[in-house]
Each structure stands twice: as structure tokens, then as C-alpha cells.
């Protein structure tokens, strides 16, 4: 079984900045795509950023240029460096990774994380 726990949600005011990290555990061959998502209150879940287990990355439009996505395979974890929010940044944020373990590839999510933009 493989868990996915999430930190570094929380309340920030515009123009601020967040990073939240995501770290797996459990019996893990190897981890390939690890990505982020966020949910806002009456709306469908959407994508964040995406990264590759070589570095290539994908970003929302929304977020390009000012969230960066990074991964430390060492330590089976992936980070979401989060500038200049908005109010729009506002949602549940979800950290998704595709796993191998011994017996199974699997798509595992974090419990979700809130992020609050407000003054």
C-alpha cells in the first residue's frame, strides 16, 4: 500500500507565496509522473502541474509563471513552489503520483491540502 500525505496549505494574503509538499511512502519500486491538482468550491478538479521523473514539467495556464514544480526522487516527494497568488488561487490542492510497486501500477492521491489567497 502506498500513502500519499501533503503539508504547507494554509492562509496567505495576495501577492504572497506557499509551498506545499507531498511526500510517498510505503513499498515503492519506482514513482513516474508526479503532479498537482486543485479543486475550488462548484468547480471540476483541474490540473495544476505536472513532472516527468527526468524534470519536464506542465503547467496550468493559469499558474504558468508563477508556480514551479519540483521533485526529489530520493526522497519520493514532489513540491509546489506557489508566487504572486491570487484570490483565484484559492481551492483544495491534491498531489497525484503513478507508482509502481511490486504487484501493481497505480494512480495514488493526497488527502488535499487548502489554500486560502485572502486579505
Known amino acids: 500500500q502506498v500513502q500519499l500525505v501533503e503539508s504547507g496549505g494554509g492562509l496567505v494574503q495576495p501577492g504572497g507565496s506557499l509551498r506545499l509538499s507531498c511526500a510517498a511512502s510505503g513499498t515503492i519500486v519506482k514513482i513516474w509522473d508526479m503532479g498537482w491538482y486543485r479543486q475550488a468550491p462548484g468547480k471540476q478538479r483541474e490540473l495544476v502541474a505536472l513532472?516527468?521523473?527526468?524534470?519536464?514539467?506542465n503547467y496550468g495556464g493559469s499558474v504558468k509563471g508563477r508556480f514551479t514544480i519540483s521533485r526529489d526522487n530520493a526522497k519520493n516527494t514532489v513540491l509546489l513552489q506557489m508566487n504572486s497568488l491570487k484570490p483565484e488561487d484559492t481551492a483544495v490542492y491534491y498531489c497525484?503520483?503513478?507508482?509502481?510497486?511490486?504487484?501493481?501500477?497505480?494512480?495514488?492521491w493526497g488527502q488535499g491540502t487548502q489554500v486560502t489567497v485572502s486579505s
Open positions: 513532472i516527468s521523473p527526468v524534470g519536464d514539467t
Open positions: 497525484n503520483m503513478d507508482v509502481s510497486t511490486p504487484i501493481l501500477y497505480e494512480t495514488y
